[in-house]
């Protein structure tokens, strides 16, 4: 029952911009957590951000912080990611997540193994 729908991928030119979007239907959890993790060719998937329910709480891999910043619309359920001074080395396909409260505020929420639901991810490319 439960989807999550990545949006806002494409192709862009180092330095640029990019808002990424992931829409959720159907039942999640009562308060779900969310994060978005993204995966280049040939290698594991790693951590980008993560977001409390509220909105309050954010945390993101030292490889985006300053640069990227997720919020979230709990009224349109919806989580972004905004993505700016992009490089090659942010090419990789970004996926939301949604998991359960308690695993944000126990620090597991770099983790892909605490989410629970999976978008198909949205495929953003940095050209040099």
């Known amino acids: 029952q439960v989807q999550l729908v990545e949006s806002g991928g494409g192709l862009v030119q180092t330095g640029a911009s990019l808002r990424l979007s992931c829409e959720a239907s159907?039942?999640?959890?009562?308060?779900?957590?969310m994060g978005w993790f993204r995966q280049a060719p040939g290698k594991e998937r790693e951590f980008v951000a993560a977001?409390?329910?509220?909105?309050?709480?954010?945390d993101y891999a030292d490889s985006v912080k300053g640069r990227f910043t997720i919020s979230r619309d709990n009224a349109k359920n919806t989580v972004y990611l905004q993505m700016n001074s992009l490089s090659p080395e942010d090419t990789a396909v970004y996926y939301c997540?949604?998991?359960?409260?308690?695993?944000?505020?126990?620090?597991?929420?770099?983790?892909?193994?605490?989410?629970?639901?999976w978008g198909r991810g949205t495929q953003v490319t940095v050209s040099s």
């Open positions: 159907g039942r999640t959890f009562s308060r779900p957590a």
């Open positions: 977001i409390s329910y509220s909105g309050g709480s954010t």
């Open positions: 997540a949604a998991g359960r409260t308690a695993m944000y505020y126990s620090g597991q929420y770099y983790s892909p193994n605490s989410y629970d639901y």
